[in-house]
């Protein structure tokens, strides 16, 4: 076969493998881009409409937990009916105006304890084919509920039931239940943004059916059931990605149709449902088919043109080939002289020209050759001289290398010792393979070296960062500009994910030059970010709960920043219209009350301090709110010491306010009919409390006047008449004579006695003032009744006790008694404030009486507050006084007995009977005489008991 025709044979024979491999590559290269391309687009959206339905179903659930504080909270606030159950008129009004303000809410249903329905929204409650109102009551009563989804029989629409419990006072005293549209859900499944003609996504519940609108069939809600088996290899479970652990994957199925599509499957575990993302495989590779159809045509048009070329130019480079083998074989047998040089520019022509001067020269160098010969010996001898000192030459470099290579490796082995000891993971990496690390790299991913060495880096890192850092790694190595420093994270050996910081750079490691990779563990400084994340996230979340809004005035620069809920509050809605922070206070607060609002602005700029505010602002709608500013502070100081930026908060109080106006109304109207009711106090009890008061008033009286009979007031006339003596010659009198010296000395001290004197009568007095209000008090009050009832108000318990105290306090000093506080902390609770000041005030004084009877040195008594059990609250007067003889006990509240020489024993009789009459009970303990007593007042919470006795 010719050489032509071998060149024709051969150059067509590599274009069509050229172009065949070409166009297969090309198929295969865009068959998988398309494929990864659709892939992540259905990951992506699989991911996201996922998320998205989460979301929406924990919005339900803090709703239906809201909607199940409401109820806690009014019932709190306003009690329950005559029944003692739920009011559900005021509880209509605020279910129907959270319902209203709620698009998804359809119904909202309340059962008592038993399970009985006590509020719906509905006179008939559409409940579909699938739903049990047993089931939604009994599965909320035990905590946040949310049931499957059914079809309304009323709209033909897919709705959904939440429940939840309700605690009044931390008891469990029902359920609350609301039915929800699925239109949130719906609008997301139906959402096919970028999934093209024959794109769509389902959700399909724990029993197989789909429970969402379809793209191809109308009416496919539960009538369709989707089984796993039915999606080919992948079934449900083989796609559900990041909920089980497992990587999101497309994979090729037949849907519900038959048709044949690409398929992602996640599940939203909490109620068992599966959201499935589609697109058709036909739409989906339609480019790839448009592509290869396109390079056929192009690989059939190319072999035609190249046959045409190949013909020609094999023609073209063939026959100078022909005439340079013949004169190849002249030089061959010896004929130097023949000339085969050719004329032109290709490379044959080149190539035999330089043949030519090839030959000359060879002919040139055959006579020098022979010259060369004679000379070779002298050539010889020079040039073992000059290897010989060559020779010792390299013996003194080679002595020299092998003491710098010593010192090289004493250095190696200083910084390899830093390396190893280093708290930040190290590794050397060469052409994508790890070549050395630290242990701290090791023992971030949890293997031991032996086990990474010589394996892809790419190997360790998390699945979620790896086409990022393979990003930064190809830009690097392209000569971009990237940070030499980024977050990534790691993949641990036990599968969890490790948040690292890398820091790259190049070395050279073993002669070659290679990736330095430092890597830091931040998963401690992650957690900490996401959990001040998190802390802000609920920060303002309590911030719109709570209506507090709050602000930051930067004095230096003028710059301002309000929260969310504070723009809410005053009703902006587009900070830039404000130019300064001054500029609110100027539009948005009412005129009556902006005076007081800027002289705060301006002592808080001048001094950082300011005082609590209520004021008024005006939204620019025109409606008027009430807020409470609490005073500002000081966040940073300027280089002089003065404010630079201040920070506060501000509440909208205005429902606050309404509520309070209502609640005094309320109490208004009570207090007056209590009032008009009368008080029942029985005549001899008045006048014994009376009598307590009036005891302890004599006591102070005594003291008052035995205090000014033993004053030193009379020794001012000895002073005054002594200076009189001396006027004429008073200042060598105070400095020379010896009475005048020291009348200076008694003058300071009787002024400092005078002084304590004074306090102490002014404290007697205060005292004495006290009682004597407390007398008018008790005198007024029982006349301003005139039938049996009691006057209930809402006190603090230990501000009762307190005022008690205080009305022994004179007398406690006095005898020394010490007084220990052991008060719980409780809300104030509906009490008859008198009876129970009257029979505390009793307790403690018959107290101090005992403590002052007994013989011992430390007197002490013990005041106790604190809940007897759910409904009750326990008042305790304990000492260690003369204590209660045995057989006392069965008489100590009858009426007439006491133990005291001078008493009339009605005291502890009455309180007795005003602690019955108040729903509540007085006992007594003691271990016997000499061993203290502790009287206990317990009364319900809820005030309770027989107003006619």
Not at 594 to 608: D, L, N
Not at 785 to 798: M, N
């Amino acid at each position: 076969m010719s050489i032509r025709l071998k060149l024709l044979l051969l150059i067509f024979v590599a274009i069509l493998i050229a172009g065949g491999v070409s166009t297969l590559t090309a198929r295969s290269i865009a068959s998988d881009t398309v494929e990864d391309q659709i892939e992540d687009l259905l990951v992506g959206t699989a991911q996201s409409k996922s998320q998205q339905i989460e979301h929406a179903i924990a919005d339900k659930k803090d709703i239906t937990q809201q909607v199940s504080d409401i109820i806690s909270n009014v019932t709190l606030l306003y009690g329950t009916d005559s029944t003692g159950a739920l009011d559900t008129t005021v509880l209509g009004f605020t279910i129907q105006l959270t319902k209203d303000n709620n698009d998804l809410i359809r119904e909202v249903v309340i059962w008592d304890e038993n399970g009985v329905p006590i509020f719906s929204t509905a006179t008939e409650l559409d409940l579909g084919s699938d739903a049990n109102l047993d089931d939604v009551f009994s599965n909320g009563m035990g905590g946040i509920y949310i049931g499957d989804v059914f079809t309304s029989t009323a709209s033909n629409n897919q709705v959904q039931f939440t429940s939840a419990p309700v605690l009044i006072a931390g008891k469990l005293s029902g359920a609350v239940g609301l039915l929800w549209e699925m239109t949130d859900i719906v609008d997301i499944t139906t959402n096919r943004i970028g999934l093209g003609d024959t794109g769509e996504a389902y959700i399909v519940n724990q029993d197989g059916f789909m429970i969402t609108p379809s793209l191809f069939v109308d009416a496919a809600a539960f009538n369709y059931n989707i089984q796993k088996d039915g999606l080919g290899a992948t079934s449900l479970d083989a796609g559900v990605g990041d909920e089980k652990g497992n990587e999101l994957t497309a994979v090729s199925v037949h849907n519900y149709l038959g048709d044949e599509v690409l398929s992602v499957s996640t599940d939203i575990p909490e109620l068992g449902w599966d959201l499935i993302v589609q697109k058709g495989s036909s739409e989906a590779f339609l480019p790839v088919s448009n592509m290869t159809n396109m390079m056929i045509w192009i690989l059939l048009a190319v072999v035609c043109i190249g046959i045409v070329g190949v013909f020609v130019l094999s023609r073209t480079i063939t026959d100078p080939i022909v005439r340079l083998h013949r004169g190849v074989l002249e030089v061959m047998n010896g004929n130097l002289e023949m000339p085969i040089g050719e004329k032109g520019s290709d490379e044959i022509a080149k190539l035999s020209r330089v043949f030519d001067e090839m030959t000359d020269k060879l002919r040139r160098s055959h006579l020098e050759l022979e010259a060369t010969n004679a000379s070779l010996e002298n050539i010889v001898e020079q040039r073992t001289g000059e290897l010989t000192r060559t020779n010792e030459e390299l013996t003194k470099e080679i002595l020299e290398r092998k003491q710098a290579q010593q010192v090289a490796q004493e250095s190696e082995e200083k910084y390899r010792e830093v390396v190893e000891r280093a708290s930040d993971g190290i590794c050397i990496v060469s052409e994508g393979l790890i070549k050395y690390t630290n242990p701290r790299a090791v023992e971030i991913v949890g293997y031991v070296p032996q086990e990474i060495i010589d394996t892809p880096l790419t190997n360790y890192i998390h699945a979620d960062e790896l086409e990022n850092v393979v990003a930064v790694y190809t830009r690097r190595v392209a000569g971009e500009e990237v940070p030499t420093s980024y977050y990534s994270a790691l993949q641990h050996k036990d599968g969890r994910k490790i948040d690292v910081e890398f820091s790259a750079g190049m070395v050279m490691y073993e002669g070659v030059l290679c990736d330095l990779v430092v890597v830091r563990d931040i998963t401690e400084r992650k957690q900490a970010e996401d959990k001040l994340r998190e802390s802000e996230k609920g920060l303002k979340r309590a911030q719109q709960i709570a209506h507090v809004g709050s602000w930051e005035w930067n004095l230096g620069d003028g710059s301002f920043w309000l929260s969310d809920e504070m723009q809410r509050i005053h009703g902006i809605d587009d900070i830039g219209q404000f130019n300064s922070f001054l500029s609110i206070i100027d539009t948005l607060i009412h005129p009556d009350d902006i005076e007081e609002t800027q002289q705060a602005a301006e002592r808080a700029m001048t001094s950082g301090i300011g005082p609590n505010l209520v004021y008024r602002i005006v939204r620019p709608s025109g409606e008027v709110r009430w807020v409470e500013a609490m005073a500002p502070e000081v966040n940073r100081l300027a280089d002089d010491g003065s404010p630079l930026i201040l920070i506060g908060t501000i509440q909208d109080i205005t429902e606050r306010n309404q509520a309070e106006e209502g609640l005094k109304l309320a109490n208004k109207r009570l207090v007056e009919t209590a009032r008009e009711a009368g008080m029942a106090e029985v005549a001899t009890g008045v006048l014994h409390n009376v009598g307590n008061v009036v005891n302890s008033a004599g006591i102070t009286t005594s003291t008052i006047v035995e205090t000014v009979r033993n004053s030193r007031m009379g020794n001012l006339s000895k002073v005054t008449t002594m200076l009189e003596e001396h006027k004429d010659d008073l200042g060598s009198f105070l400095s020379n004579d010896t009475q005048g010296q020291k009348l200076q000395i008694y003058l300071t001290e009787l002024d400092k006695h005078l002084s304590e004197e004074n306090a102490k009568l002014n404290d007697e007095v205060n005292d004495l003032s006290e009682r004597m209000q407390h007398i008018i008090e008790i005198i007024n009050l029982q006349q301003s009744y005139s039938k049996t009832a009691g006057l209930t108000e809402i006190v603090s318990p230990c501000e009762i006790m307190e005022d008690a105290l205080r009305i022994n306090s004179g007398a406690l000093i006095r005898h020394s008694v010490k007084v220990t506080r052991e008060f719980e902390d409780l809300p104030p609770i509906p009490i008859d404030r008198h009876k129970a000041l009257q029979i505390l005030t009793n307790l403690i004084s018959n107290a101090k009486y005992a403590l002052n009877k007994n013989d011992r040195l430390s007197k002490k008594l013990t005041l106790r507050i604190k809940n007897s059990d759910d409904d009750r609250i326990r008042f305790e007067v304990a000492d260690n006084g003369t204590g209660i003889a045995q057989e006392d006990f069965s008489q100590i509240f009858s009426y007439g007995f006491t133990t005291k020489k001078d008493g009339h024993g009605f005291g502890l009789h009455s309180g007795a009977l005003a602690a019955k009459q108040m729903g509540g009970s007085l006992q007594v303990y003691s271990k016997g005489r000499g061993k203290g007593a502790t009287f206990t007042l317990d009364l319900p919470i809820n005030l309770k008991g027989d107003r006619n006795e």
